[in-house]
């Protein structure tokens, strides 16, 4: 079946504009999280959302970042005012079932380039 | 979240078994142990996890000491395509432990 999917897979932007990333996760999946990779670091949590629950927004850098998730399906991260520290690649995964048990589907990542 | 460390990185040579290792001495007796690795441009992908037995699926197996202070990855022919960072993480078994925390992992070389 279909993995999650995330568009665009690049996107080069100028500092001060507005991006936004979009995630499509694996159907069925309650579970949907947005890391970053910065180059040649870790990866680092932003957010998480879990079915009709609150998101944990506790991983979100400064107020200029913000998710949403329409339908409990597609997720949308959005970045105000992007600043070059911003470039990173974005990644989007979901899952399905208990958190600590079930596996996380990762998407290939947009790769933001704020120049 | 509980910490782990791995070896920066390994070298290995292409079709020889391959053990990564992982170090978790603060992990408590609910905390899953969770396998991903990450190829290059690709995003992080399940490889195996496991609580207290060993486990064996297509990918890998997952030998976890008896005292769970450490577990090994245990890739039983390498191949080219699986050099990768590989991450060892511990998930507690509490409702906080959906955040996956990735540390640096152990880059691993297979030499043709």
């Known amino acids: 079946g279909a993995g999650v999917s995330q568009s665009p897979s690049n996107k080069v932007t100028e500092k001060g504009k507005d991006v936004e990333l979009r995630c499509d996760p694996i159907?069925?999946?309650?579970?949907l999280y947005w890391y970053r990779q910065s180059l040649g670091q870790g990866l680092e949590f932003l957010i998480y959302f879990q079915g009709n629950s609150a998101p944990d927004k506790s991983g979100l850098p400064s107020d200029r970042f913000s998710a949403e998730r329409t339908g409990g399906s597609v997720s949308t991260l959005t970045i105000q005012r992007t600043q070059q520290e911003d470039s990173a690649v974005y990644l989007c995964?979901?899952?399905?079932?208990?958190?600590?048990?079930?596996?996380?589907?990762f998407g290939n990542g947009t790769r933001l380039t704020v120049t | 979240d509980a910490k782990t460390t791995q070896p920066n990185s390994m070298e290995s040579n292409e079709e020889e078994p391959v053990h990564l290792p992982c170090n978790h001495s603060?992990?408590?007796?609910?905390?899953?142990i969770h396998w991903y690795r990450q190829l290059p441009s690709q995003g992080p992908e399940y490889v195996i996890h496991g609580l207290t037995s060993n486990v064996n699926n297509k990918m890998a197996s997952l030998a976890i000491a008896e005292d769970r202070k450490s577990s090994t990855l245990i890739l039983h022919r390498a191949t080219l395509r699986d050099a990768a960072v590989y991450y060892c993480?511990?998930?507690?078994?509490?409702?906080?432990?959906?955040?996956?925390?990735f540390g640096s992992g152990t880059r691993l070389l297979v030499r043709p």
């Open positions: 993480i511990l998930r507690v078994s509490m409702d906080s432990s959906y955040k996956l925390i």
């Open positions: 159907s069925g999946h309650t579970a």
């Open positions: 995964a979901s899952s399905s079932g208990q958190p600590y048990r079930s596996p996380l589907h």
């Open positions: 603060t992990i408590s007796g609910t905390d899953y």
